[in-house]
């Protein structure tokens, strides 16, 4: 008898976007992804407001959702962007 439970599908898209967010943050600085912590600050990897303003451009690209470059300072981690872009997406924009 399976007694898994699938997991909410909001959960399922916040994984896809965190292992999305962490190829791109790999390959900004030539890495693995298996060498990317979702939960360390981004600044921690060195990554400057250059990189920001990049991801920023690749989230949109990506979702066809405008975001604030200065979102990597306001989700310092991935972890924290994976579930802000969720709630956007999942939910549609703040206000």
């Known amino acids: 008898m399976n007694t898994t439970v699938p997991p909410p599908e909001g959960a399922e898209s916040q994984e896809r976007m965190r292992a999305w967010l962490t190829d791109r943050v790999a390959a900004y600085l030539d890495k693995s ?25 690749d989230i949109e ?10 979102m990597a300072w ?8 994976a579930r802000y872009l969720c709630g956007e997406t999942l939910e549609g924009p703040r206000p």
Do not use: F, K
């Not at 060498?35 to 451009?57: F, K, N, Q, T």
């Not at 690209?61 to 200065?70: D, N, S, Y």
């Not at 306001?74 to 962007?81: C, G, H, L, R, V």
């Open 61 to 70: 690209a990506h979702l066809g959702l405008e975001v604030e470059p200065t």
């Open 74 to 81: 306001d989700y310092p981690t991935i972890e924290a962007i």
């Open 33 to 57: 992804p298996d060498d990317i912590d979702p939960r360390l600050p981004l600044a921690e990897y060195g990554l400057d407001s250059v990189y920001a303003v990049s991801l920023s451009g």
